[in-house]
């Protein structure tokens, strides 16, 4: 089976996860669901941050079960995370050198990543200055640079002002597909999914409640949740303020 | 809303005025009695004499040491205590946790006390130590040091360790899934999220093992050109009869560690995350 498998069961004092799905290799998931319902909890599971009480994951049929520096897994949270103490180069090149490779190789490679992203005048400049929509650009750079297997965004767009929105969603989604692996995004708007997601996952109360296509969902809601997700409404707003 | 910003409605009781002014007094008033019945005009000639100069380099000394003592010692006791990496602290943990906290509360003279116990002169440990190894019980400026470490250090313990847990925790998770091992994570992203942190630990710890006394004195005792600590001195000089020279001594000590304290102003309040 190439693509991704999982099946995650996570008890977490008084919230209980317990999903399972797959993605086809290539394949873009999108997760949404009310406030509280595991979304996070969920992509925590995939990346090794969060000990599982049952179940497993596997990539392309290997076993997803080491610690998170050996697992070839990208996260972008919604708040880029970017080493404050590291310019925007030092991040991107983060990976690569702690994958082994020389400084001037992480260097030339990070400077690459951040040719292909439209950033490279960002190069010697500290996270502290950047943007939101600068910010994420370099925190997708820093997770694509270490040619990971599977790519996991936590609302990726979610602090974005409005204006700059837009921009990013396309690039984002541009860099998702031209990625090729499997990505699981986490997303609270339907135009999210919608530019970026081909299968959607919803999940409530932890437990996946419908799986399709944004038209199937469109078409045949199976919760009240679904029905003003798809029609617009952000139901999941205010977006959750952090992971 | 903030609290504060709702509008008084009652006026403050006049009698809570007196008493707030009155605590105040007492806290802002000894310190203006040192500045005002400070001997300026003899200011130089009691700071440059031999043993004034001699308790200050020892002073300086011996809190940097029990600084540079505290960092080696107290930064791996911070991160287990902050239980990095994992946040979760277990008995164990908080049982450890209290035992950092004894030299804060314990009066630094029991202090003292139980370094004696412990590696003076026939004491827990210095005894077998004695006879298996032939090492003499610390003296001099080392045992000065052992004292302003043990009183000081868990200072720079709990600033340290208050700094690690208002780090985003996610920094480390991105840091591993680009492929840092722990011991990498600790150096290049962890220990550098926490920098100011310990710069104020630090800060918090010499200005603490500078002002030490009773646990010293008890321990390493008085001894002039050797273990005679700035505060030693003062309060020798107050023993002794010589006022002047005492105030004189304490305003350097006060500006030694107003400095110290000034050049970390802006950590003491923890960096907003951006």
Known sequence: MTGLTATLRVRREEFALD?????????????????????????????????????????????LDAEPERRGVGVVFQDALLFPHLTVLDNVAFGPRERGQTRPAARSLARSWLDRLGIAPLAHRRPGGLSGGEAQRVALARALAVAPSLLLLDEPLAALDVEVRDAV???????VRAFGGVTVVVAHDRE??????????VIEGGRVVQR???AELTADPATEFVRRFTAGTSPSFPPSGSA | MSRSSLAPVT??????????????????????????????????????????????GISLGTAAAATGLSLLLGLPLSLLLAGAPSG?????????????TVPVVLPPVVGGVALVALLGEGGLVSQPLADWFGLAPPTSAVAVVLAQTFVAMPFLVFAIEGAIRGADRRFDLVA?????????RLVRVTLPL?????????????????????????FATSIPGITQTLPMAIYGELALGDRDAAIALSLVLIAVSVVVLLAFRDRWVPQVAR
């Not at chain 2, 602290?89 to 049982?95: G, N």
């Not at chain 2, 591993?176 to 990498?184: F, I, K, V, W």
């Open chain 2, 88 to 100: 979760r602290s277990s008995l164990s943990v908080r049982i450890v946790r209290s035992f950092v």
């Open chain 1, 19 to 63: 999903v399972e799905f797959s993605v086809p290799a290539g394949g873009v998931l999108g997760v949404i669901g009310p406030n509280g319902a595991g979304k996070s909890t969920l992509l925590l599971a995939i990346a090794g941050a969060i000990e599982l009480e049952g179940g497993a994951v596997s990539i392309d049929g290997v076993a």
């Open chain 1, 192 to 201: 999210d999914v919608a530019a970026l997601a081909e299968q959607v996952l």
């Open chain 1, 212 to 214: 399709g296509t944004l």
């Open chain 1, 169 to 175: 969603r396309a690039d984002l989604a541009a860099h």
């Open chain 2, 194 to 218: 926490i920098a100011p942190g310990i710069a104020a630990g630090a800060a918090l710890c010499f200005a603490r093992a500078l002002g030490e006394y009773g646990a010293t004195v008890t």
């Open chain 2, 11 to 56: 006026r403050t009781p006049r009698p809570l005025v007196v008493l707030a002014v009155a605590g105040l007094l007492l806290l802002v008033g000894p310190l203006l009695a040192i500045v005002l019945r400070a001997p300026w005009p003899l200011m130089l000639e009691i700071v440059s004499r031999e043993s004034a100069l001699n308790a200050l």
């Open chain 2, 176 to 184: 591993a899934t680009l492929g840092s091992t722990p011991s990498r």
